[in-house]
C-alpha cells in the first residue's frame, strides 16, 4: 500500500491515507493521472504548477517512480510564520 | 559547524517568546548581538475579525527542512547559535506563533541571519495557515512580497 | 503619530531585557510582528581580555537625539511601538548594553525600524565608549562598518 | 560664566566645569584658538575635523556666536550600543 498525503487545501479535497496502486501507476505522472480519473476536481488542483510532489520526502520533480512501498505527499504552496 | 548550535521546535501549545528568549541568552554566552523575531497571530484579515489560526505542518519534512535552513543561516553569518520554535494546530489571536533568535558576534550577521530565517519559514518551510474567519475558514497562500523578500537571500 | 509610542530609558544599572521584552509586548497588542535587538559586552577586544565597559553620554542630548530617533523609525516604517533601552555607566562583561525593540503589522517594517535604530544608536547617538582592558582603558571608536551600516538608510 | 562639556577622549584632557569668557571670545573659532593658546593638545584635538561642537545642545556650524551665558559642548565622535 502506497501512503498518499494531502496538505492544506489539499487536505479538503482528500484524505491522506493508504492505497494499493493499480499495477500501471508507476510514477507520479500515471499516479495523478488515476487520482484525476477517480476525482476530476483532486486532479485538477493535483495538476497545478505550484503543487510540489514529494515521495519519501524527497522533491519529485518530473515523473518521479512510485511504488506500493512509498509515502507520496502533495503540497501545494507553503504559508508559515 | 556542528547542527548542535541549532535548536527547532514544533510546538502545540502557547509558549512564551520571553522564557525562550532568556533561555536563548543564557546557552549564547559570550555573544554580543542577539535578534529575536516574535511573529503573533492578528485578529483581523484584511476586512475581518480573524477567531485564530490553524497550522497544518508534515511531521519529519517540517522540522528537517526548518534544521536546514538553520544550518545554512548559521554557515553564511557565522551565528554563534539559532532557535527557532513554531507553534502547530490551533493558535489562538494575539499568541506567538513563530519564534526566531540568533546569536553573532556583531549586529548585521544576527539581523541578518533572523531575517533570512523568517522569510524562509514564511514561504519555504511545509506550513499550511488556515484563518478561521467569522465566515468560515480560508488557506493562506503567501503573499508575492513573501516570495519577493525570500528571493533577496539568492 | 504620537512621541507616546517611543520608549527611551537610559539605565546606569543592570536590565533584564526578557522582562523589556514582556512590558513591550503587552504594550504592543495587536501588532503581527516584535523584533528584538540586544547588544551584550563581549569579554574580549581584537587581542585582549576586556573587564567592562564605561559609557558616558551627554544628559539631556542623548535622550532627546535617541527619541529623535525613535519617532523617525515609527514614522518611515509605520511602528506600532519602539523600545530603546541603553546602559551608560559602568557595564560589566556578558551585560546587556542596549535593548532596543519594535512592533509593527508586518516582519519586514519591525525588522529594519530595528536595524535602523541599532545603527543610528552606534555612531550618531551621544555615547563614549570606554573598554577596561588589563592593560589600561581605551576609548572606543565607531567602526568604518558603523558608519557604512548607517549611510544605508539615507 | 560659559559652561563647557568635554567629552569622550577629550574629558581625558580637560575638565568641564563653567568658565569666564574673555571679552575678545565671542564665536566658537575665536573659544577654540583661546583654548589651544592655554593648552596646545587640547587645541589640537578640539580642531580635529571630527568634533562637533553644540552650543546649547544646537549643533555649531562654522563661527557660531558664544556668550558668557552659554553652555558649550565638544563632542568627538560617538560609540554607542
Partial sequence: MARLLYYGPLSDLAES????LPDAVRDTGALVDWLAAEDAALGEALRSRRVRIIVNDVVATGAHPVTDADEIGFLPPFSGG | ??????????????????????????????AGAIVHFIGLVRDSAS???????????????????????????????HLQRAD??????????????????TAAAHRRAAFEGADFLMDHLKSEAPFWKKERRA?????????????????RWT
Same sequence: chains 1, 4.
Avoid at chain 1, 491515507?17 to 494499493?20: E, S, T
Fill in chain 1, 17 to 20: 491515507g493508504d492505497v494499493a
Fill in chain 2, 135 to 151: 465566515s468560515g475558514d480560508v488557506w493562506i497562500e503567501p503573499r508575492a512580497e513573501d516570495y519577493a523578500d525570500k528571493a
Fill in chain 2, 84 to 101: 527557532i520554535i513554531h507553534r502547530i494546530g490551533e493558535v489562538g489571536p494575539g499568541e506567538p506563533i513563530v519564534f526566531v533568535a
Fill in chain 2, 47 to 77: 476586512s475581518e475579525a480573524v477567531r485564530g489560526l490553524f497550522l497544518q505542518h508534515a511531521p519529519g519534512l517540517t522540522l528537517r527542512t526548518i534544521e536546514k535552513f538553520g544550518i545554512e543561516a548559521a554557515e553564511r553569518w
Fill in chain 2, 1 to 30: 559547524m556542528s547542527a548542535l548550535i541549532i535548536t527547532v521546535g514544533l510546538e502545540a501549545e502557547p509558549f512564551s517568546p520571553e522564557e525562550a528568549a532568556a533561555r536563548f541568552r543564557r546557552s549564547a554566552e559570550g
